[in-house]
């Protein structure tokens, strides 16, 4: 292997620890920022999610608001209790962790946060605002990999950026942060004809296809930096285990540098939620 393995693990605690700082500055003038999770439903995935949101805000020094639903819970419900937590001065940021119940509207739903709260970044006056380089509330995933891109390399501008993924939370912002870099940005997908060539231009290779190990070492140019936003569970000898979009072992023999799964974005993912509930709450309170 030759690659420099980016501790994503490390660079999120030193997030979390610098977001700690500044919220017991705020404590001091009598604000705590809370962050609210509405959970529907019991995936077992979202309920670990959750949870660990839940102890990170803690830990952070933040107020942490959990809103928890059945899975046949009404659209009317849920949109109660967005409204509540809209009209609730103590909450700063709110989290409706997806995917919902397939009964529910998800767009709807999250155009029903108050955009100032939405620290997803998922409302479309967000998405609006982030595409057209107007201040934003980023989604955190993207946020989070921009941070260890900038760490690793500084300035990205010219270099060729290529996101492998279209959704709404990851591959569409991504394109967009990378764009505002002044990265030459392709958004790949699925149907892209000949990925791997397109995949073998980027000098940044961003996978978020949510396709076990897809990426491959002979897709990778020597080099590149790959940054591994899939978290998918693969069972192997018995046992499950969380593998990433990339195969790790061929890419990192290639790669210059590469995000590990797990230990790479995933804990940035959380680090920006916290950053983003922080910005949202000093931008209510001056
Ligand atoms: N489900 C998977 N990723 C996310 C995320 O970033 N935000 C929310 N709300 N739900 C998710």
């Given at each position: 292997m030759s690659a420099k393995v980016i501790d994503g693990k490390a660079f999120a605690a030193r997030v979390r620890a610098q977001v700690a700082g500044h919220v017991a500055g705020l404590k001091e003038r009598g604000i705590v920022p809370g962050l609210a999770v509405v959970l529907v439903g019991e995936d077992p995935a979202s309920q670990v999610y959750v949870r660990n949101k839940g102890k990170m805000t803690v830990e952070v020094g933040m107020h942490g608001i959990e809103r928890r639903l059945p899975a046949d819970a009404t659209e009317p419900e849920l949109l109660s209790v967005i409204a509540a937590l809209n009209a609730d001065?103590?909450?700063h940021g709110i989290l409706v962790q997806l995917?919902?119940?397939?009964?529910?509207d998800a767009d709807l739903v999250i155009n029903a946060i108050d955009p100032a709260k939405d620290v997803d970044g998922f409302h479309i006056s967000n998405v609006g605002l982030l595409g057209t380089g107007q201040k934003a509330m980023v989604p955190c995933t993207p946020l989070g990999s921009l941070m260890l891109l900038r760490d690793l390399l500084g300035d990205l501008s010219g270099l060729e950026a290529v996101v492998v993924g279209r959704s709404n939370i990851v591959g569409k912002p991504m394109a967009q942060l990378l764009l505002a870099q002044n990265c030459t940005v392709t958004l790949a997908h699925s149907r892209t004809r000949s990925l791997p060539d397109v995949c073998r231009r980027a000098d940044i290779l961003v996978a978020a296809?949510?396709?076990?190990?897809?990426?491959?070492?002979?897709w990778v140019k020597p080099g590149a930096t790959v940054i591994d936003v899939g978290i998918n569970r693969v069972e192997a000898e018995g046992r499950t285990r969380l593998v990433g979009d990339v195969d790790f072992d061929s890419v990192a023999s290639v790669a210059g540098a590469i995000t590990p799964v797990p230990g790479g974005v995933g804990p940035m993912t959380i680090a920006c939620l916290l950053a983003n509930t922080l910005t949202a709450c000093c931008r209510i309170h001056g």
């Amino acid at each position: 292997m030759s690659a420099k393995v980016i501790d994503g693990k490390a660079f999120a605690a030193r997030v979390r620890a610098q977001v700690a700082g500044h919220v017991a500055g705020l404590k001091e003038r009598g604000i705590v920022p809370g962050l609210a999770v509405v959970l529907v439903g019991e995936d077992p995935a979202s309920q670990v999610y959750v949870r660990n949101k839940g102890k990170m805000t803690v830990e952070v020094g933040m107020h942490g608001i959990e809103r928890r639903l059945p899975a046949d819970a009404t659209e009317p419900e849920l949109l109660s209790v967005i409204a509540a937590l809209n009209a609730d001065p103590a909450v700063h940021g709110i989290l409706v962790q997806l995917p919902l119940p397939a009964h529910l509207d998800a767009d709807l739903v999250i155009n029903a946060i108050d955009p100032a709260k939405d620290v997803d970044g998922f409302h479309i006056s967000n998405v609006g605002l982030l595409g057209t380089g107007q201040k934003a509330m980023v989604p955190c995933t993207p946020l989070g990999s921009l941070m260890l891109l900038r760490d690793l390399l500084g300035d990205l501008s010219g270099l060729e950026a290529v996101v492998v993924g279209r959704s709404n939370i990851v591959g569409k912002p991504m394109a967009q942060l990378l764009l505002a870099q002044n990265c030459t940005v392709t958004l790949a997908h699925s149907r892209t004809r000949s990925l791997p060539d397109v995949c073998r231009r980027a000098d940044i290779l961003v996978a978020a296809v949510g396709r076990p190990r897809m990426i491959r070492g002979d897709w990778v140019k020597p080099g590149a930096t790959v940054i591994d936003v899939g978290i998918n569970r693969v069972e192997a000898e018995g046992r499950t285990r969380l593998v990433g979009d990339v195969d790790f072992d061929s890419v990192a023999s290639v790669a210059g540098a590469i995000t590990p799964v797990p230990g790479g974005v995933g804990p940035m993912t959380i680090a920006c939620l916290l950053a983003n509930t922080l910005t949202a709450c000093c931008r209510i309170h001056g």
